[in-house]
Structure formats: C-alpha cells, structure tokens
C-alpha cells in the first residue's frame, strides 16, 4: 500500500476544500514532514521536537542536592507536570542539557550578583565556585525507580546559549563575567550515542544532582543561581 493510501482520505478533502490546496499536495506534506491534520479518531501521529524543561533556584545557604521535575507545571519553570508524561504522549529522549545560571534566580526577581559590572569582582569568585560545583557533582535522572542515565562530573552536560565570557577591568578593581556549562551554541548538549529512551505516558520522570557537600555547593557572598535541566527529544501524540 502506498503512503498516501494511509491517510485519511476524508481529512485531505476537506483541506484542500477549505484552504485551496490539491489533496495530493496535502498528502506529500504530511509524509514528507511527518505532521499531520488534527481532528477525529483517524488523526494522523505527529512528531515533534520538544523540550521538557526545570528550573530550580539554587539555595543562597548552600546544598548537598538539587531535585527537578517535582513541581506543578507553570511558565519559566518547568512544563511539565509533577514530572509526569502527559496522556496519549510518547517521549522520545534523545539528548540532555544542563547548566547552573548565576546571579539572579529563576524569575530574576533577585539580581543579587550582576554579571556585567565594572565595580564588582565578586563574580569572577562566583564562577570559580561554579565550575567547582559542575565538575565535582553527580547527575541521575530515573523513570520511576529505574535510573535511566548518570554520570559524576555535571561538565559531561552542557548547555550551550548565550555568552561565554570573562574579563578584568583596569588595575583587577572589576570584571564582567559569564560562562555557560560548555561552548555557547545551541546544539551543544549530551547526546546518546545508543536509541532514544522512550518515556511513556504517564510514566514519572525525576532527576536530581548530588554536590560532594553544603561547603561546595554554596555559592560566595550569597550569590543567587538556577539550574536550568532541559532534556530533548521528540514527542509523539495525535
């Protein structure tokens, strides 16, 4: 049978009654793109890259652990919902992002540490303790109570975007400093070399990180920050 025999005949129709478009043009674009024409019992499964997301304030007094997907889902952070895969959804992981944003937390309603100062050299002492946090911690994500992916060392996670930069102002009385976990373009991020992880729904999703301990994972002059834990992939629904 060939592809175009798949698709529901009547769908097609009525698209290209109703927006001017030849039924045959429809069904090359729903093959070739993968999408679909929403409606009814015979919707056609669509593919799409997403990415579920947390953001989690890192605590001003310091942390031994760090928990995602534990929340109700709402906007900046996180969309999912209690870590729970939606109904009539299939996640497909395929790749993991991770970095520790700071300077503000995750609404940036406190901006305690500014980035880009030339009177602070606060920060230069923030990011040191950024980079001993990311290489000396531990990262687990688990589907219920399996673990499905850990590493030591949260380095092994970047999350490209943004800037990377640090530099000292005149006579080192200020610097301006920013650095992402890893070279600061989009794609960059942990790939699974083997087949995606296919995350059912309903399924619960958690992650957490352990810092070696309170010592480590505070961050100088009471500095805020956020995690941001992304996991990419793609999702398949009607």
């Given at each position: 049978?060939?592809?175009?025999?798949?698709?529901?005949?009547?769908?097609?129709?009525?698209l290209?009654?109703?927006?001017?478009?030849e039924?045959?043009?429809?069904?090359?674009?729903?093959?070739?793109?993968?999408?679909?024409?929403?409606?009814?019992?015979s919707?056609?499964i669509r593919?799409i890259?997403?990415?579920?997301?947390?953001?989690?304030?890192?605590?001003?007094?310091?942390?031994?652990?760090?928990?995602f997907?534990?929340?109700a889902?709402?906007?900046g952070?996180?969309?999912?919902?209690?870590?729970?895969?939606?109904?009539?959804?299939?996640?497909?992981?395929?790749s993991?992002?991770?970095?520790l944003?700071?300077?503000?937390?995750?609404?940036?309603?406190?901006?305690?540490?500014?980035?880009?100062?030339?009177?602070?050299?606060?920060?230069?002492?923030?990011?040191?303790?950024?980079r001993?946090?990311?290489?000396?911690?531990?990262?687990?994500?688990?589907?219920?109570?399996e673990t499905?992916?850990?590493?030591?060392?949260?380095?092994l996670l970047?999350f490209g975007?943004?800037?990377?930069?640090?530099a000292t102002c005149?006579?080192?009385?200020?610097?301006?400093?920013?650095?992402?976990?890893?070279?600061?373009?989009?794609?960059?991020?942990?790939?699974?070399?083997d087949?995606?992880?296919?995350l059912?729904?309903?399924?619960?999703?958690?992650?957490?990180?352990?810092?070696?301990?309170t010592?480590?994972?505070?961050?100088?002059?009471?500095?805020?920050?956020f995690?941001?834990?992304?996991?990419?992939?793609?999702?398949?629904?009607?």
């Amino acid at each position: 049978m060939p592809p175009s025999a798949q698709l529901d005949q009547a769908m097609i129709d009525t698209l290209a009654k109703n927006w001017n478009v030849e039924g045959d043009i429809v069904a090359a674009a729903m093959i070739s793109s993968g999408s679909r024409i929403p409606g009814g019992k015979s919707a056609q499964i669509r593919s799409i890259n997403q990415m579920i997301y947390h953001h989690v304030n890192h605590p001003v007094a310091g942390t031994a652990q760090v928990n995602f997907f534990n929340e109700a889902a709402a906007v900046g952070v996180t969309n999912i919902n209690q870590g729970q895969i939606p109904a009539q959804q299939v996640f497909a992981l395929q790749s993991i992002g991770l970095d520790l944003v700071t300077g503000c937390n995750r609404d940036a309603s406190t901006n305690t540490i500014p980035q880009f100062s030339n009177a602070i050299v606060t920060n230069v002492a923030v990011l040191e303790q950024k980079r001993l946090i990311l290489e000396t911690s531990s990262f687990e994500l688990k589907m219920g109570n399996e673990t499905i992916f850990e590493c030591c060392g949260l380095d092994l996670l970047p999350f490209g975007g943004g800037l990377d930069a640090v530099a000292t102002c005149a006579l080192t009385t200020g610097a301006v400093a920013y650095s992402t976990n890893g070279a600061p373009f989009a794609g960059n991020r942990r790939m699974f070399g083997d087949a995606p992880h296919l995350l059912p729904a309903g399924c619960q999703i958690s992650a957490r990180i352990t810092i070696p301990s309170t010592t480590v994972g505070t961050l100088p002059s009471s500095a805020t920050g956020f995690w941001k834990l992304a996991l990419f992939g793609t999702v398949f629904r009607k």
